[in-house]
């Protein structure tokens, strides 16, 4: 047993824990009870591994990138999950947690979404699977997604909008927990990160947890061990980073660094800095950092990037950055766009947002020659185009960081 292993009672030091009520005892415990048991059995492996090779297109390229190499004076590869079939890392999970619906015999999905991109994981694999999908959404959401919420139609999927609160992602999971409350008996909620009531935090981490294994057998054969210096990672509830170090938290030469989404500054008031920020509390089932006022009152979080703007924080993260054993960097829109353009200039490669936040996470370290950096890039940013042509630098568009930050501060809107 690891260190850092989730307890026998769902916590990660003081955060975790299943904070439910009364009608979602029964299935909550159920799934506790069957979550290990299930992706340890061996006719789980072979069919999650199968999908995640030959679905999915695993494993995922370990890409030395020689011009971020250069620039940071290290030596820097890229897990890249942008490569996965929908475009991110959010597949693997859906995979993983819709074979342990059918095995617990569960008959319908249920799922919350923001941006839609774990909505468009759900129903992906709700369409591979047969299985009827309800994906709630805010109606904000629903409005400024649009792409998304067709997709999850094409694929089959019913997109429930949810007027109430602020009508964005928290709101669409209070939603989706209200649903299965109703129908305890025949519907999964599949989580699309490392939150909600224990097993959650700790299943979809275990899910997740390919990406480190594969980050150390194909560095073993790149640079002939298994560990790097650095693992960075872009953290929204924390799924692609808890991937990223699962595997790497008993190392402690390993340090690890997350990027979380600062938006126009931690102190502007316009911020998804979680970690930086978070006061304890409890939000969706689970006690972690929160964003909060003095009444205890959820504050809206802020960020350019849909996909991090989360008022909470997987309970794991916030252990390991109270621990020590992990540092997180708030890190704002225009450094984040920056990145974004720079990768894309100079490795042809147009990430995410939330992947260019834990780009711009570099310009913020000091490295040694001899570091060996792994970097996850969670996805792939065509979903972000509009936002990307809206800032872009004007001109002839020059590679050099500081100069293509200059350009997004000099944009009015930002
Ligand atoms: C959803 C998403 C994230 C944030 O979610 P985590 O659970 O923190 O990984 C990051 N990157 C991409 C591309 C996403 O779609």
């Known amino acids: ?54 679905y999915v297109g695993r494993p995922s390229p370990l890409y030395l990138s020689r011009s971020l190499s250069k620039i940071h004076g290290c030596r820097i590869y890229l897990k890249r999950e942008d490569l996965n079939h929908t475009g991110a890392h959010k597949i693997n999970n859906a995979i993983g947690q819709i074979l342990i619906a059918k095995r617990m015999g569960k008959k319908r999905i249920v799922a919350e979404t923001g941006a839609g991109q774990h909505g468009v994981a759900t129903a992906t694999v709700c369409a591979l699977m047969g299985m009827p999908c309800v994906v709630y959404m805010g109606e904000t959401d629903v409005k400024r997604q649009r792409p998304n919420v067709e997709k999850m139609r094409l694929l089959g999927a019913e997109v429930r909008p949810v007027m109430s609160g602020n009508k964005t992602l928290k709101d669409a999971c209070n939603e989706a927990i209200r649903d299965w409350c109703c129908h305890p008996e025949d519907t999964f909620y599949l989580i699309g990160s490392t939150v909600g009531p224990h097993p959650y935090p700790d299943m979809v981490a275990r899910l997740q947890s390919i990406i480190s294994t594969e980050i150390r057998q194909q560095l073993t054969a790149k640079e002939g061990k298994p560990t790097p210096d650095y693992l960075v990672a872009c953290i929204g509830g924390g799924s692609n980073a808890a991937g990223t170090v699962f595997h790497f938290l008993d190392e402690p030469n390993v340090k690890i660094v997350y990027a979380e989404a600062g938006g126009k500054g931690i102190e502007s008031g316009l911020t998804a800095a979680t970690l930086n920020v978070g006061e304890e509390g409890v939000l969706h089932g689970f006690r972690s950092l929160v964003m909060q ?61 939330e992947s260019a936040h834990a780009l711009a996470a570099l310009h913020r370290l000091s490295f040694k020659p001899e570091d060996i950096v792994v970097l996850t890039l969670s996805g792939r940013g065509d979903k972000d185009m509009d936002t990307y042509l809206k800032y872009a630098p004007a001109g002839e568009c020059p590679t050099d960081f500081d100069t293509i930050r200059l350009n997004v501060n000099h944009h009015s809107d930002i």
């Not at 959820?298 to 621990?323: F, M, N, Q, R, T």
């Not at 450094?335 to 200039?345: M, Q, T």
């Open 293 to 353: 006022d003095s009444d205890g009152q959820i504050v809206e979080p802020y960020s350019i990037s849909a996909g991090l703007d989360y008022p909470g924080i997987g309970p794991l993260h916030a252990h390991l950055v109270k621990e020590g054993r992990a540092t997180a960097l708030p890190i704002n829109d225009d450094e984040a766009l920056a990145a974004a353009y720079e990768l894309n200039r100079l490795d042809g490669i147009l990430p995410a947002l």
């Open 1 to 54: 047993m690891g260190q850092y292993d989730v307890s026998n009672t769902g916590y990660f030091g003081r955060y975790g824990g299943a904070y439910i009520p009364e009608i979602l005892q029964h299935c909550v415990e159920e799934l506790r009870h069957s979550y290990r048991t299930i992706i340890d059995d061996p006719t789980f492996t072979t069919e999650f591994e199968d999908l995640l090779q030959n």
